[in-house]
């Protein structure tokens, strides 16, 4: 009896034989709903676990450019938390408007929305215009999905004007058994690394990336001190690596002596607890006696103010970060995950001369270059914990509320952890210890 498609990718099938095999009419995939848009109006806890469903998709049908995914496994970012809160808009707003662009973007405009934004799998087919990719191909996938018959797009890919965030802003995203993504969005697989390790790093290490070493962001110099909020979350844990890597002196700011161990095996020796600082009131760093008291921790870890802040937490961080800043030093912000309404005492910034550098996502050129560092080893995965598909809603529920550190994987089409190293001489010399800093 000849296997389906997914118990041949499973199998490790040869391109020949993934080649000859239909693809599924159906396949199950994490989604939001659109009939559920208003389920949270008036609601305080807008528990994720309520709006997120694993359904039975229908298969979508191939462009061109695009390649179709089988997922291997994938990861939780705080655009799917987003999406299933349906804030700060509902992403339906995005499908609604590709559907408006016609041709085959008008596909995207469903009822439902696949979510996620990482994804490690194989190629199983490829669009007529695809060129340097295969069937049989591993890959990783970059979140950037970009319009390259935007003139913009050939200056940096996220300045185009259709730039999006895939299976954010986009449909038929990672979280699913199967995925549609355009071959500008493909990278091998680091080749040392397990299908949930590969998946858990494309948007948050490139985001890192060009924040704090790209000539798009803060361009990081050796011995710069970087004040990194949240460094043991899914992005703070790549920017201490990259600091480190770059020759520079992380500050990493946690909120547990549990992360602040984790820290300490990354080689992240200046650590401040907030609890330490907050002492009992959480709107402390909200306000200058907290700041002053932040500074103070600061020059007491480091010796000196910390020329770069890697902010990305928000409303309630930013004023402190404003005023952290070294005098000539630069804020580089990528996201607001407690608030994108911010605050801050302007006199900081203006008066000593401080810059704000707003940052989002990466180009391919970005994603590619870290993406080289972690085959390597030189970037490890912060993987911590690792949920299947079925448990969708639970996985989202852990980064909402913050329990997790590092990233959270999800398996799809992988029946277990552990699948898809293809050089284990690679993995012994990365050290299997780096690679298991994060699991709990």
């Not at 559920?36 to 109006?41: H, L």
């Not at 990482?118 to 060129?131: K, L, M, N, Y």
């Not at 852990?398 to 898809?420: D, F, M, W, Y």
Request: a neutral charge; proline letters at 5%.
């Amino acid at each position: 009896m000849q296997p389906s498609m997914s118990e041949a990718v499973i199998a490790g099938a040869d391109p020949a034989d993934l080649e000859s095999l239909p693809v599924p009419d159906y396949f199950p995939a994490a989604t939001v709903r659109e009939e559920d848009v208003g389920i949270f109006q008036s609601v305080h806890d807008k528990d994720v676990r309520k709006s997120l469903y694993v359904d039975r998709v229908p298969m979508p049908e191939l462009a061109p450019d695009e390649a179709l995914i089988a997922v291997m496994a994938s990861s939780i970012n705080y655009n799917t938390v987003w999406t299933a809160m349906f804030e700060p808009v509902p992403t339906f707003q995005f499908l609604k408007q590709m559907g408006r662009s016609g041709g085959w973007e008008a596909r995207h405009d469903l009822p439902y929305h696949i979510v996620g934004s990482d994804a490690s799998g194989v190629i199983v087919r490829t669009g007529s215009s695809v060129r340097k990719w295969k069937v049989g191909d591993h890959v990783v996938i970059s979140p950037a999905y970009v319009d390259e018959q935007d003139q913009d797009t050939h200056r940096d890919g996220m300045l185009g004007e259709g730039q999006k965030a895939w299976g954010f802003e986009t449909n038929f995203g990672g979280l699913a058994h199967y995925a549609v993504v355009r071959a500008s969005q493909l990278m091998p697989k680091p080749a040392a690394l397990t299908w949930e390790e590969a998946a858990v790093n494309p948007l948050c290490a490139s985001t890192a990336y060009r924040m704090l070493v790209s000539e798009r962001g803060a361009q990081m110099k050796q011995g710069d001190v970087v004040l990194v909020w949240g460094a043991t979350g899914g992005l703070g844990a790549y920017a201490v690596q990259l600091v480190l890597n770059g020759g520079g002196i992380p500050v990493g700011v946690v909120n547990s002596e549990e992360k602040a161990r984790v820290l300490a095996t990354l080689g992240c020796e200046a650590v401040i607890n907030r609890a330490d600082i907050e002492n009992g009131d959480p709107a402390l760093l909200q306000r200058p006696d907290g700041w002053k008291k932040m500074g103070k921790a600061i020059r007491a870890a480091v010796g000196e103010d910390p020329h770069i802040v890697f902010e990305h937490v928000g409303r309630t961080t930013f004023a402190a970060s404003v005023f952290l800043a070294r005098r000539g030093g630069t804020v580089v912000t990528c996201g607001s995950s407690t608030g994108y309404d911010h605050v801050y005492d302007n006199r900081y910034l203006w008066m000593r001369l401080k810059r704000i550098i707003g940052s989002h996502g990466a180009n391919l050129h970005e994603q590619c270059a870290v993406n080289r560092l972690i085959a390597l080893g030189h970037v490890v995965p912060t993987l911590s914990r690792t949920y299947p598909l079925d448990e969708v809603g639970a996985a989202a529920r852990s980064v909402q509320t913050n329990e997790h550190i590092g990233k959270v994987g999800v398996l799809c089409l992988a029946p277990r952890t552990g699948l898809g190293i293809t050089d284990p001489q690679a993995r012994t010399r990365i050290d299997e210890r780096r690679l298991n800093a994060f699991r709990r």
